[in-house]
């Protein structure tokens, strides 16, 4: 099978992104705004932001890499001395909606509404915005020409390829650096009764596997290894022990290096890349069933 690595820097066989969705208390209200009453619920979304981020930044500090994290703006509003210490620490901030809401629930105004009230919350915090990830990575079919029309350069919501790609917009081509649920923690470990965002508390040994062989995977076929962890989720202790692991094993491989979303982008920006344009099919209306 040929494998095309004319986008990889030099000397490499894949690249990692490390991103991390700092949902907190959006990770529920954008399910159910009456998560508001429940204590629980907001204890359990609040640890992300209080104890996960920290635990996080210690372990990228003591190996010595850099990550993206992705906030919504109203976390961001209520945190912004946390925008400003990951910020100040060296790693990215990217755009992650204001209200975190899916984008495909919304209209095009509404949605554009969103994404500018998130990018005002940046610009008074005083942190350059980059890269763009919709909420639930539920993107609408005009999400891609409201990143371009922001002047934002990538976006990492979509999945038609493992390793990045160019999406032609009305205001111009954007970066496409995909992720995957297989390497997101969501479906690893999330776990809540009310609101259910998950049934799943698996061992971090098995994750951990599981993400080293996708590592070795993507060396072999030259993609990009983009894994999305939420802090709430990963900052738990073993699965931030299993997270160090990992990062040791992407850095021991020796040709695959961890990069920022806005790193990564600004070195594909003169890169040829396969381009699509991000459009809705066209269905043949009572050809398929509908819920």
Request: net charge negative; aromatic share 8%.
């Amino acid at each position: 099978m040929t494998v095309d690595r004319t986008w990889l820097p030099e000397g490499t066989s894949a690249v990692a992104c490390l991103t991390f969705d700092v949902d907190a208390e959006t990770g529920v209200l954008s399910v159910d705004s009456a998560a508001a009453e429940h204590a629980m619920a907001i204890s359990h979304q609040q640890f992300g932001p209080e104890i996960g981020v920290p635990r996080i930044l210690d372990i990228l500090a003591g190996l010595h890499v850099k990550a993206t994290f992705f906030f919504p703006g109203w976390v961001a509003e209520r945190r912004p001395d946390l925008v400003e210490r990951i910020a100040a620490e060296g790693h990215e901030i990217g755009h992650h909606s204001y209200s975190h809401v899916p984008a495909s629930s919304m209209t095009r105004d509404e949605e554009e509404r969103d994404f500018v009230r998130a990018l005002k919350v940046f610009e008074d915090i005083g942190v350059p915005i980059h890269g763009h990830r919709a909420g639930l990575w539920e993107a609408s079919w005009h999400t891609p020409a409201l990143v371009a029309e922001h002047g934002l350069s990538y976006d990492s919501s979509l999945m038609s390829q493992d390793s990045p790609y160019r999406i032609t917009t009305p205001h111009g081509g954007i970066v496409e650096l995909p992720p995957h649920w297989s390497l997101d923690d969501w479906e690893q470990y999330a776990f809540l009764p009310f609101p259910e965002i998950g049934q799943h508390i698996k061992n971090p040994a098995d994750v951990l596997a599981t993400w080293k062989a996708e590592v070795d995977a993507m060396r072999r076929f030259g993609g990009l290894f983009m894994l999305t962890n939420h802090p709430f989720l990963t900052g738990r202790p073993a699965r931030a022990v299993a997270l160090e692991e990992l990062i040791g094993h992407i850095l021991d491989a020796g040709d695959v290096p961890i990069l920022t979303g806005h790193e990564l982008a600004t070195h594909l920006a003169d890169v040829s890349l396969p381009e699509r344009a991000h459009e809705k099919p066209d269905v043949e209306a009572g050809l398929f069933p509908t819920r």
